[in-house]
Structures are given as structure tokens and as C-alpha cells.
């Protein structure tokens, strides 16, 4: 059994969950603030360039939840992909990760979207393993703040070996999906990393180190 770790946005789905979850917000009449949508793809731009700091973005992601119990998000998150990120994941990912749960592989999502979104994707293609941004609670429901390690860029490698120290699981033979260069600490850290739908930085570093390159059809 082999350990098999994949990215989200833009790996295994074509869009990027937090946004699209932003609109879906404003679509459900949650969101006040009339340049909400602005300020998201302000925080949202830096991502490329490497100098997105996470903690700014969720505050700006929760506050249409605030005073929403956790299960309103809960069921808020399940309606998003039924009706709306459901629709963008990518049939060859569904069916990398179908093989892989078959043959017995350990699978597990690590993203840098706020665990309740990405728990509700994982949902959807059969995977229960997930390490996720997770969010301090405040009374019955979420409150604006990042709890521990974010996982994002290095801490996606901190959180994964935490989790792998708590399974009681090793890195031997693992592979890392990605597309963004924000994930090199775990690509460089996993034993096959796989450029997957790469951004250009990632893909010019992937084909100098010789990495296996996927593109995915939308």
C-alpha cells in the first residue's frame, strides 16, 4: 500500500475551490460588504506571485459565515459542490484516484483552502484523508482566525508529517499531484513528485529535473 497525496485547486479541479466558494457565498445573499468580490481577488493575486498570506485571506473568505453554526457551513459546502465545484473536477483525476483507492493506496488531499470546502470535495471522489486550513472556533461556529499550521507551501510539509507520525505511515514510495510552484517543499520532499496541469514556473523545473508531467483535459 502506497501512500498517494494530491493537491486541489488546479490539480484536481480546473478553478480555484476558495473563489469560486467566495461567489457562491454571494450568490446565497451571505456577503454585505458590496466590494467583498474585489478585496478576495486583490488577497487572491498575490497567490501566483508567492506572497499570498493565507491568514489575510481567510479573513476575508469567513466573514460571510460568522454566526453560522458549522453545520450551516457544513451543508453550505456540500450544496457548493453539488451544484457548482463538482462540475470542474477533472474526470482524469477522478479516475487516478478511483485506481488508487482500489488497488489499496492510501489517499490524501493537502490544500490550502479552508478545510470545510475541501472536506466536501474529497466527499465527492471517495477520499476521506484530508489536511486542510483549519479554522479556530467561536462558540458554535467558525470565527475568522487560522488554527495551527496553515497548510500552505512549508506548512503543507509540517502538517503532512504530523499526520504521518499520527498513521503511523512513512514517505517510502509516495507520490505528490501538483500544479503550483507553491507546492515545491512537498514535491521536493516526496519520493515521486508529479507535475500535474503545471503553472509555468513548476513546469520548467519539472522538465529540468526530469519529473513526470501531466496535463489534464478540461
Known amino acids: 500500500m502506497g501512500l498517494k497525496v494530491f493537491d486541489l485547486d488546479g490539480t484536481l479541479i480546473h478553478c480555484d475551490s476558495s473563489s469560486q466558494f467566495c461567489h457562491f457565498c454571494v450568490s446565497k445573499g451571505l456577503v454585505k460588504d458590496p466590494d467583498y468580490l474585489t478585496k478576495e481577488r486583490e488577497v487572491m493575486n498575490s497567490y501566483s506571485a508567492q506572497k499570498m498570506q493565507i491568514e ?3 479573513k476575508i ?7 453560522l453554526s ?5 451543508q453550505l459546502s456540500d450544496e457548493f459542490v453539488e451544484t457548482q465545484a463538482g462540475q470542474y473536477i477533472y474526470q482524469q483525476g477522478r479516475e487516478i484516484i478511483k485506481s488508487y483507492l482500489e488497488a489499496g493506496d492510501r489517499v490524501v488531499i493537502v490544500s490550502a483552502t ?3 470546502i475541501v472536506k466536501a470535495v474529497a466527499k ?5 484523508d484530508v489536511i486542510a486550513i483549519q479554522i479556530e472556533e467561536d462558540g458554535v461556529g467558525y470565527s475568522d482566525r487560522v488554527k495551527g499550521t496553515p497548510s500552505y507551501r512549508e506548512g503543507k510539509v ?3 508529517k504530523a499526520w504521518l507520525a ?19 517543499p512537498l514535491l521536493e520532499l516526496v519520493d515521486h513528485p508529479v507535475a500535474t496541469n503545471p503553472d509555468a514556473k513548476l513546469k520548467a523545473l519539472a522538465e529540468g529535473e526530469g519529473w513526470e508531467i501531466l496535463e489534464f483535459s478540461k
Open 158 to 160: 509540517t502538517r503532512l
Open 61 to 67: 473568505q469567513l466573514e460571510p459565515l460568522l454566526g
Open 114 to 116: 479552508a478545510e470545510f
Open 166 to 184: 499520527q498513521e503511523q505511515l512513512s514517505l517510502d514510495q509516495s507520490y505528490f499531484y501538483s500544479d503550483s510552484i507553491n507546492d515545491l
Open 124 to 128: 465527492s471522489l471517495g477520499v476521506e
Open 70 to 74: 458549522k453545520e450551516q457551513v457544513a
Open 56 to 58: 489575510d485571506y481567510i
